[in-house]
T-cell receptor, first 118, second 115 residues
Framework: GAVVSQHPSWVICKSGTSVKIECRSL??????MFWYRQFPKQSLMLMAT?????????EQGVEKDKFLINHASLTLSTLTVTSAHPEDSSFYIC??????????????FGPGTRLLVL | GEDVEQSLFLSVREGDSSVINCTYT??????LYWYKQEPGAGLQLLTY?????DMKQDQRLTVLLNKKDKHLSLRIADTQTGDSAIYFC???????????????FGTGTLLAVQP
């Protein structure tokens, strides 16, 4: 099946620094990638939809200047958490959309990046 | 708006069958999915069902869909300790008539399999 990787798998940073997370589709081209955030014991919350070559679409309540998304190629999207604060500590998961046989679209998820801001 | 609900926990003994339930509100759902999340990992697609189907079987997994009641279930036969994980159902709307075409996830059900 389709494989999506994320890097790094975890990161610890100081408050005020910026952190970049990479999401790659390894064996397929993804025109659309999604960024989710998951808090402990909660479901995934969609943060933004990233389309290759255009600006990301952010969900209501997500600050686009704080969570910078770049989707420069069909296999790579990056999420940069700028000026991170402890409340940004979370599990960030990306997914990439693939079109299966018969027109079914589904998303393949990366393993997630655990961010801890001290 | 769209809402997907699941019970938070399910505990079964190894070898028994597990049934994880999910209810949703979006009547325009086209596809419904089951994902598995193991500790510290991302989501793994287990199976999916198209909205005009009632049942889909894939090895130990059986998905039942009651579209009238907007109820989806995942049955795992002969549950093993390696099946312990959080199971998320998700629905994808048609995108027509103002309905979303994004994936909407339930809160996840933690399946605990006791030896």
């Amino acid at each position: 099946g389709a494989v999506v990787s994320q890097h790094p798998s975890w990161v610890i940073c100081k408050s005020g620094t910026s952190v970049k997370i990479e999401c790659r589709s390894l064996d397929f081209q993804a025109t659309t990638m999604f960024w989710y955030r998951q808090f402990p014991k909660q479901s995934l919350m969609l943060m933004a939809t990233s389309n290759e070559g255009s600006k990301a679409t952010y969900e209501q309540g997500v600050e686009k200047d704080k969570f910078l998304i770049n989707h420069a190629s069909l296999t790579l999207s990056t999420l940069t958490v700028t000026s991170a604060h402890p409340e940004d500590s979370s599990f960030y998961i990306c997914s990439a959309r693939d079109r299966l046989a018969g027109g079914l679209e589904t998303q393949y998820f990366g393993p997630g990046t655990r961010l801890l801001v001290l | 708006g769209e809402d997907v609900e699941q019970s938070l926990f399910l505990s079964v003994r190894e070898g028994d069958s597990s049934v994880i339930n999910c209810t949703y509100t979006d009547s325009s759902s086209t596809y419904l999915y089951w994902y598995k999340q193991e500790p510290g990992a991302g989501l793994q697609l287990l199976t999916y069902i198209f909205s005009n189907m009632d049942m889909k079987q894939d090895q130990r997994l059986t998905v039942l869909l009651n579209k009238k009641d907007k109820h989806l279930s995942l049955r795992i036969a002969d549950t093993q300790t390696g099946d312990s994980a959080i199971y998320f159902c998700a629905e994808k709307g048609s995108g027509y008539g103002g309905a979303t075409n994004k994936l909407i996830f339930g809160t996840g059900t933690l399946l605990a399999v006791q030896p």
